[in-house]
C-alpha cells in the first residue's frame, strides 16, 4: 500500500527515537546526554558489555561501532521486532496515535471486521484466563502443576480454562457481544440440524494463537477429559482464522530470531512452552496439522534455516519425511530446513525436564541438513545387493530431486548424493577386501571368497585352476573399449539431443557405466532429463560435472562423427540410442553369463553349461551382427551358433581338462 506524501516524515517527527530505542536497551549513563539526544547503550543486534551503540536523537538515527548496524526508528522496528515495513509503520504509528492512511474500501471493511472479531477473542481470553484461577479451574491447574509449568510461564502465554456447558457465550452477552459475532470469531459453534448454539471450547485448557502483529485469532484447547474425541482441538477456521497459515509463538519467535536465535519448530503447545521456559525463545509449533508451505514461507521470514524439532519415534519420522516433499520445489539459495530427531520416546518437553537445557541442545547442535534425512529416507531399513535394487535407489533419488526449481540447489544435492551412494555401494565392495594381514581370500565357484568346494559331483578329479579359468573367458580388452565408446556415444547423444532422456529412462537407469566419469555424467543427465534446450542443458551438467567431462566427451573422434552429435535430430537420435543400447545390453548380459557359467562349470555337467555359455553367445552375436567395427573371425558350430576363434579355443580347451573322453 502507498502511503501519502509527508506521512513518514510526520511519522518521524512525532516520535523520539530515544523511546523506540529505549525499549529495547539500557542507556549507559556516564556516556549518555539525555539534554543533547545524543545516548549511548550496549548494541542490542550483537552480544557486547561496551556501550557501543549511539543513538542522535536530534538527527533520528542510530549506529553501532561495534557491529556497524545503523538506520532510523522504521529500521530499527524492522530490525529487532523482525518485520515487514508497513508492519513497522503499523506498530510506530500506534505508538505516536497517528491513524494509517486507508486503502481499498472493500479491503478496509474486512480489516475493520478482522479487528472486531480479535476484541471478541480478547473478551473470551479474559473468561477463560479469571476461570482458570477459580475454583473450577482446579483440575487444570493440578494438570499444570503436574507438567510442571510455573505460574510466570501460565501468566505470560496467558493460559485459561473454557468450563463445561456454555458459561462463555452469556459471559460474552452481558458485555454485549451477540452469539452470531461469537461464532463468527470461532468461540461459539451452531450445529446445521437448527439446534441452539454452544461454547466451541469446553472443559479444555486453552492456549491464546495471535498472528504475527500480536492479534488473537483462535485458541488451541487441551481436553481435561481423558475420553474426549480429540485431545487437543483448535478453533474452527474463520474470517481471523486459517490454521494452515498460522504459527503458534509467532510474534514472540519472530522477536527472538532478530535478536539472532536459531528458529526451532516444535509438535505441540507444551513443546513451544517448554521450549521459551529454557531459554529457546524463538519455538513456534503448527497448530496440529503437518506443515503447510505457507507456515513454511512464514518460517522462512523469520530464519534462513529453521530446525524442525521432531520426536524420534515413526511419526515424527513419518512428519519429517512428508515435509522433505513439501519443502523440494520451494527450496531457494540460501533457504533450507535442518531436522533435530530426540531420542525415541521424547518430545522437548520431556527431554528438558528429563536432561535439562543443555541436552535440549545438543540435539539442536547436530541437526541433520535435509539431504541427510533424505539419505535416510531412501536407504534405512533396505538392501542394495542387486542392480536391480541399485537402479531402483537411483530412481528413487532422482525423483525425490526433480522438483527442486534452482538449478543450483539441485546441482549440490546430486552431487551430494552421488558421494553418499559411492560410500553405501564401496563400504559393501569392501567385503571382499584383502584381510588385516594383506591376503585375499580364494575365489571360489560360488562367486564369494572363503574355503574352496572343489571335487563336488566331479569325484576326485584333479582341481582347475580357476585364476586361469577366470583369465580365459573374460570379454576382451577391445570389447571394454568398444562399451566405453558406445557408453560416450549415449551420453553425446543425450547431451546434444534434451529430452531423449526421458523416452530411454528405463534403459539409462538400468546402465551401468565403466567409468565413474561417465557415471557422473549419466547422472547429471538423468537429474536434468526434462531440460529442453541444448545449451541451458550442458550448461547445467557442467555445473554438475564440471568442464572437463564434459570437453572430454565431446571432443572425442568417435562420438563427433556420430550423426545426432554433429548435427541432432531427435529422429536419429532415438535410432541411435536403441541400437547402442542394445548393443550395451547384450554384451553385458554376455559377460554376466560368462561370469555366472564359470562358477556353475566346476558344479555342473558340462553339457547344460556350454549349452547356456553357447546360448549368450548367440544372443551377444546378434546384437552385434550389422557392426561394421566388428573385424572378428567367426566359426560355426554344428547347431548353427556362432562364437568367436578366441571363445571357441577357450571352450574347447577348458572342456578337454574338464572331461578329456567327451565325444568332439
Sequence with gaps: MSLPPGFLDELRNRLSLTDVVGRKVMWDARKSNPGKGDMWAPCPFHHEKSASFHVND????????????????????????????MEAIEILAQEAGMPVPKGDPKAQEKSDKRAELAKVNEAANRFFRLNLSQQGGAQARAYLDKRGMKPETRERFEIGFAPSGNALLRALKEQGISTELAIE?????????????????????????????GRLISFGGRAMDPNARAKYLNGPERLLFDKGAALYNHKDARAGCGQGQTLVVAEGYMDVIAMAEAGFEATVAPLGTAITDRQLQLMWRMSDEPVIALDGDKAGLRAAFRLIDLAMPLLQSGKG??????????DPDELIKAKGREAMQEVLDGALPMVALLWRRETEGKVFDSPERRAALDKSLRDAIRPIADASIKGHYGEILKDMRFELFRGKRSENAPSETGERRPW??????????????????PAVPTEGLKASLIVSGDEAQADLMREAVVLAVLLCNPGMALQFLSQLEALHPRTEEHAALLHALLIHADVEEAEELREKVAMDVGRGPLDRLLSHPHVQITPPVRRPDREIAQMCLTEELAKLKARRGYKTELDEGLADLLAAEDEKVTWRLRQAAEARNRATKAEAEDKTEFDTAENGLELSRDERDAFRALLDRIAPGRQK
Excluded at 530446513?337 to 521424547?346: D, H, K, M
Aim: hydrophobic share 30%.
Design 185 to 213: 470469531a470461532g468461540v461459539a459453534a451452531k450445529p446445521d440440524d437448527g439446534r441452539d448454539a454452544y461454547d466451541f471450547f469446553r472443559d479444555r485448557i486453552t492456549f491464546p494463537i495471535r498472528d504475527a502483529r
Design 444 to 461: 571360489t565357484p560360488s562367486g564369494g571368497r572363503g574355503g574352496g568346494r572343489f571335487g563336488g559331483r566331479f569325484g576326485k578329479g
Design 58 to 85: 536530534k538527527d533520528g538515527y542510530y549506529y553501532c561501532f561495534g557491529c556497524h548496524a545503523k538506520g532510523d526508528a522504521i529500521t530499527f522496528v524492522r530490525e529487532t521486532e523482525n518485520v515487514g515495513f
Design 337 to 346: 530446513l535442518r531436522f533435530a530427531i530426540l531420542p525415541e520416546g521424547q
